[in-house]
Nanobody
Framework: QVQLEESGGGLVQAGGSLRLSCAVSGDTFTRYHMGWFRQAPGKEREFVASISRSAITTFYADSVKGRFTISRDNAKRTASLQMNSLKPEDTAVYYC????????????????WGQGTQVTVSS
């Protein structure tokens, strides 16, 4: 059973930075494409970024392009999301997800999810 655990969330002022991490256990990390999603109160969970198993391919939502960077360290079994120039509208619970088949922006493609970490950006 694959388990994902996010960390690194917190409270930050607008313009600040945070780095989220997702530790994966229970299976071979390099089998999985990884994604980050977020869900703000009263809104649906939305795609943020994804990265292929080899880290060659990445995708970003338009709203975070140029500000967020997804990466992975296969030796440490960790996926990360570096978030710079944060805005109040980035406030949400951030989830990492894993899928063995696709580097996708569609949440229903992902088989495994973490519990989420709260990111709050104050104005």
């Amino acid at each position: 059973q694959v388990q994902l655990e996010e960390s690194g969330g917190g409270l930050v002022q607008a313009g600040g930075s945070l780095r989220l991490s997702c530790a994966v256990s229970g299976d071979t990390f390099t089998r999985y494409h990884m994604g980050w999603f977020r869900q703000a109160p009263g809104k649906e969970r939305e795609f943020v970024a994804s990265i292929s198993r080899s880290a060659i391919t990445t995708f970003y939502a338009d709203s975070v392009k140029g500000r967020f960077t997804i990466s992975r360290d296969n030796a440490k079994r960790t996926a990360s999301l570096q978030m710079n120039s944060l805005k109040p509208e980035d406030t949400a619970v951030y989830y990492c997800a894993a899928d063995p088949n696709y580097t996708s922006s569609r949440r229903n493609e992902y088989d495994y999810w973490g519990q989420g970490t709260q990111v709050t950006v104050s104005s």
